[in-house]
Structures are given as C-alpha cells and as structure tokens.
C-alpha cells in the first residue's frame, strides 16, 4: 500500500508539473527507482505514465488551443510526430552517454532563451533575423529531442513558443502539453512494443497524472503570469543543475 500511495502522489505531482512547465518525469522516474524497479524500465514506465497526462492538461487549455489557426496547428502536429520518431529511432542506434552529457547544456539553453525573451527578441529584430512561427525546422529540432529525451521537453518548447513571439503563457502552455503528448505517442508506443513497461504501475501513475494534468491546468490560469514564469524558469535551472551535477558525479 505504501508504494501504490508513493505512485499516486509521483504521478499526480507530475500531471501538475508538467501542465504548468515540464519536468514530471523527475518525480516518476525516482518513485519508479524506489520501488525496485530496474532503471532502463522505470524510464520506460514513467513516460508512459506521464503520457496521458499531458493530453488531460491540454485539454485542460482547450480554448486557448481552439484560438490558434487550425492550419498552424495541423503543421505543428505533423512536425512534432516527425520529430518524435526521428528522435525515437535515434535512441535505438545511438548512445544514452553521448546525449547524456548534452542535455545540461540543452536545458540550461532553453531556460535563458525563456527567461530572457524579449532580449532575445529584440536583439533578433535589430539584426534582421526572423524565427518563422510553426516553421518546421525549429518544431522538428524539439521534437527530435523530445522524442529521445522526454526530460525537461515543456522548457524547451516553452523557450521556442517564446521565441517565436508568443506571448499569452495560457496559450503558450496549451500548446506545449499538446505537442508533448504527440512528441510522446511515438516514445510511449516504441517502449510498449519492446515489452519494457511495467504496467500495474504504469496504470497507477498515468491515473494520478490525468487528475494531475487537469488541477494543473486550472491552477495555471488562476495564478498570476510571473509566478507562472518564474515557476517555469526555477525548473529549467533546477533541472539542469541536476543534470550538470550527474555528470560531475
């Protein structure tokens, strides 16, 4: 009973956290750890608990979602699948030690190309450089990262929806738990296959993480925008110090 109530409250932090920012699998994957599951299947396990909460938490932002152009979010969802299978395929034939020493540096990236947007923003225009809304390139780059490392995958979307000008959080948030859940159709469908989930588990957590996903969403648009962006930001930062300390480990 002790585990079971471990799972549930992991995986209904998790829905919270990544319907507000990203970054739930650092709740799953340790309780995963903790109960005695092997490390290669708790990974496993925990995206496909995480997965159905990011469809709640988009759901949760619905009218915001509804408000984009349906072309854009067609081509978004075309990229985002792409990518996710590139980058899930990618995970099969390469090495988790190479990526491994990258990701600190992806998420330390993402952070300050999010906390420092309109810096960014106004340096581009100054300089005559554009990065076109929807534009495949940067969707397809994310979405290959989600699709090989789900970890910290909201702040990086979030860093592009925000270089890309965006600037309602409640739509910017909509859309990334969106694009998660496709990124991680592809992941969550490899793993299954391979016959590496846990599945009571899995069931248990992706249960907490749908309520998760829907509290978060709420909690998201009652809260005001700069704790919302201050939250996002102390994740991403929180995330990569984790990261940078595993590699100095």
């Not at 159905?52 to 759901?59: M, Q």
């Not at 990518?83 to 020493?101: K, T």
Request: one cysteine or more; aromatic letters at 12%; proline letters at 3%.
């Amino acid at each position: 009973m002790s585990d079971i109530f471990l799972l549930i409250i992991a995986g209904f932090g998790a829905g919270i956290v990544n319907a507000l920012a990203g970054g739930g699998t650092f709740l799953t994957f340790p309780a995963l750890v903790f109960i005695g599951i092997p490390p290669v299947a708790a990974n496993a396990t925990s995206a496909v608990a995480v997965f159905p909460g990011y469809l709640a938490a988009a759901l949760g932002f619905r009218e915001e979602i509804s408000a984009i152009p349906r072309s854009d979010l067609l081509r978004a969802c075309l990229a985002s699948l792409l990518g996710g299978l590139v980058g899930g395929l990618l995970l099969l034939v390469s090495s988790n030690e190479i990526f491994a020493l990258l990701v600190p540096f992806l998420l330390l990236i993402a952070t300050l190309a999010f906390a420092f947007q309109n810096f960014i923003q106004k340096a581009l225009s100054q300089s005559g450089v554009r990065i076109a809304s929807y534009g495949w390139i940067g969707l397809m780059a994310v979405s290959i990262y989600g699709g090989y490392f789900n970890g910290g995958l909201g702040i990086v979307l979030l860093a592009l929806y925000a270089l890309w000008g965006m600037k309602d959080l409640n739509q910017m948030n909509g859309l990334k738990n969106a694009m998660s859940f496709v990124i991680s159709a592809i992941s969550v469908a490899t793993f299954a296959i391979a016959g590496i989930v846990h599945w009571p588990e899995a069931l248990i957590m992706a249960l907490a993480a749908i309520a998760g996903g829907f509290a978060g969403a709420r909690l998201a648009k009652v809260l005001p925008t700069i704790f919302v962006r201050g939250f996002v930001i102390l994740m991403g930062f929180g995330m990569a110090f984790v990261f940078f300390g595993r590699l100095m480990a």
